[in-house]
T-cell receptor, first 114, second 114 residues
Framework: KAGVTQTPRYLIKTRGQQVTLSCSPI?????VSWYQQTPGQGLQFLFEYFSETQRNKGNFPGRFSGRQFSNSRSEMNVSTLELGDSALYLCASSGGRSGTDTQYFGPGTRLTVL | QQQVKQSPQSLIVQKGGISIINCAYENTAFDYFPWYQQFPGKGPALLIA?????SEKKEGRFTISFNKSAKQFSLHIMDSQPGDSATYFC?????????????FGKGTKLSVKP
């Protein structure tokens, strides 16, 4: 089985722009979670989607949003980028009937905001 | 508010030695405690996980010890090898039908010297 894939792997944007990141989960997985990883704050949960519905949400501002499509692929959008949004954005997928099995992480998208 | 505290931040161990990483949590509602291993340029990968109904779980050279009353859990890596050099994260979540909302510790960078 192919693993979790994330595109693009690297992005450079400037302050004020918006960005969309994409995640394709492992085939058959219906839960997709997004995390932000920075040296200072570590790994922080952004949100989780299951069957196209947001099931959990972390403590991030409304500039961070996401969605999930009927094929379980997910996108994450960040609007009005700030310098502090520079981070590695990780996507993880889970299988099982309720999407509660082990989370498998993708390689991440490295976002740099200039 | 840091719900999962991990120590030490970095650890240097000789080949063949035992690596020990500790975590403490605050929320007694947590009922799933995984450890993840992350190599540079890669996403975290699940190493081993435990639920609070057992005090210890062993998989190969990796053992989780869990102390529910102290709200602490630790990872022991026996016979540490240079290939184990990576960053290790403990995490916790409430399994209310979803494991998407993992709360991570800040990570421990392990270096195993040959």
């Amino acid at each position: 089985k192919a693993g979790v894939t994330q595109t693009p792997r690297y992005l450079i944007k400037t302050r004020g722009q918006q960005v969309t990141l994409s995640c394709s989960p492992i085939s058959g997985h219906r839960s997709v979670s997004w995390y932000q990883q920075t040296p200072g704050q570590g790994l922080q949960f952004l949100f989780e989607y299951f069957s196209e519905t947001q099931r959990n949400k972390g403590n991030f501002p409304g500039r961070f949003s996401g969605r999930q499509f009927s094929n379980s692929r997910s996108e994450m959008n960040v609007s009005t980028l700030e310098l502090g949004d520079s981070a590695l954005y990780l996507c993880a997928s889970s299988g099982g009937r309720s999407g509660t099995d082990t989370q498998y992480f993708g390689p991440g998208t490295r976002l740099t905001v200039l | 508010q840091q719900q999962v505290k991990q120590s030490p931040q970095s650890l240097i161990v000789q080949k063949g030695g035992i690596s020990i990483i500790n975590c403490a949590y605050e929320n007694t509602a947590f009922d799933y405690f995984p450890w993840y291993q992350q190599f540079p340029g890669k996403g975290p990968a699940l190493l081993i996980a435990i639920r609070p109904d057992v005090s210890e779980k062993k998989e190969g050279r990796f053992t989780i010890s869990f102390n529910k009353s102290a709200k602490q859990f630790s990872l022991h890596i026996m016979d540490s090898q240079p290939g184990d050099s990576a960053t290790y994260f403990c995490a916790a979540s409430k399994d209310g039908g979803s494991q998407g909302n993992l709360i991570f510790g800040k990570g421990t960078k392990l270096s195993v010297k040959p």
